[in-house]
């Protein structure tokens, strides 16, 4: 199936690695001309070299910004091109109990998690809506609908997100336009391939034993036990982003392996 993206330019925002990068390289894989970010130049130059390996005479660049930080946020987006695809996949987790996070780590969490695909939305919403076509993706969590009791903070941010996609949708009625979510379960990123470790240091056991304990104990309702792949979640993703998928918008799109036990 031609996914009709050559030609069309993606940005997706912390693709320097984990989730982001697969997206990156299955948008790249369909054509598309895609932008990279990660925090630093090093982090960009590094990915971007890898891409360009993989991908050969692909349209590929990158915008370091960190997105805890308004200013690289407002400079990010002074260089971004015209955009046909968003995707706002930044984002941090970290389990910690409630009682124990500072008012610092919830401002940080909805900044980086939210504040992000706000901004870069508020950039490129009005010139999708004016050139008819466009696509905007949350990557928001499984969290959102199934708040993790160890990161409450983290789940508030993933809701947040489905609420400012629905209400972008609202507004791109009757254009080419679709704002949607995608709502991944635990997936074997970067990120949670460190947390993996660290579970399989501390506890002394391997880490297919930390993953069968984790989805028996924290995740018993997950009917696939087993962490999704990045490339899992980068197929949903790529998907939605086509031309293809224009009958779905304003959309919460589960892959989270039928861990929330809900039939809609
Ligand atoms: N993995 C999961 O189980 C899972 C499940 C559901 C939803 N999600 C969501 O999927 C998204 C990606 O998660 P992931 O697990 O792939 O994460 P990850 O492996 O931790 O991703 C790391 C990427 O995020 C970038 N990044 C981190 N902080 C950033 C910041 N402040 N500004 C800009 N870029 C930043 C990193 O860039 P540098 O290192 O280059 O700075 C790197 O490219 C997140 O929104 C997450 O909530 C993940």
């Not at 997706?12 to 970010?37: D, F, H, K, P, Q």
């Not at 809506?129 to 990161?151: D, K, T």
Request: proline share 5%; glycine share 8%; aromatic share 8%.
């Amino acid at each position: 199936m031609d996914l009709q993206l050559s030609n069309k330019t993606a940005f997706v925002s912390g693709s320097t690695a984990g989730i982001g990068l697969a997206i990156a390289e299955s948008l790249l894989r369909e054509g598309a001309n895609v932008i990279i970010n990660g925090r630093s130049q090093r982090t960009v130059d590094a990915a971007l070299e890898q891409l360009r390996k993989q991908f050969p005479g692909s349209a590929i660049s990158g915008i370091p910004a960190d997105f805890s930080r308004a200013e690289d946020v407002k400079n990010l987006v002074s260089q971004l091109p015209v955009i046909d695809i968003l995707v706002n996949n930044a984002g941090i987790f970290e389990p910690k109990a409630f009682t124990d996070i500072p008012d610092e780590d919830w401002f940080r969490f909805f900044e980086v998690n939210v504040m992000s695909g706000i901004r870069l939305s508020r950039a490129v919403f009005p010139s999708m809506l004016e050139r008819n076509w466009g696509r905007i993706i949350f990557i928001s969590s499984e969290s959102a609908v199934f708040i993790p009791e160890e990161m409450i903070h983290y789940g508030m941010t993933k809701t947040a997100q489905l609420a400012v996609a629905r209400g972008l949708a609202e507004l791109s009625k009757n254009t080419g336009v679709t704002v949607n979510s995608i709502l991944p379960g635990p997936t074997r990123s970067q990120g949670v391939e460190t947390f993996l470790e660290d579970l399989s240091k501390a506890g002394n056991i391997t880490i297919p034993e930390v993953e069968k304990d984790f989805f028996k104990t924290m995740r018993p309702t997950s009917l696939l036990q087993r962490f999704l792949t990045v490339e899992e979640i980068a197929n949903i993703v790529t998907w939605y982003a086509s031309p293809l998928a224009s009958a779905t918008n304003g959309a919460s799109i589960r892959a989270e392996g039928g861990l929330v036990r809900s039939i809609l």
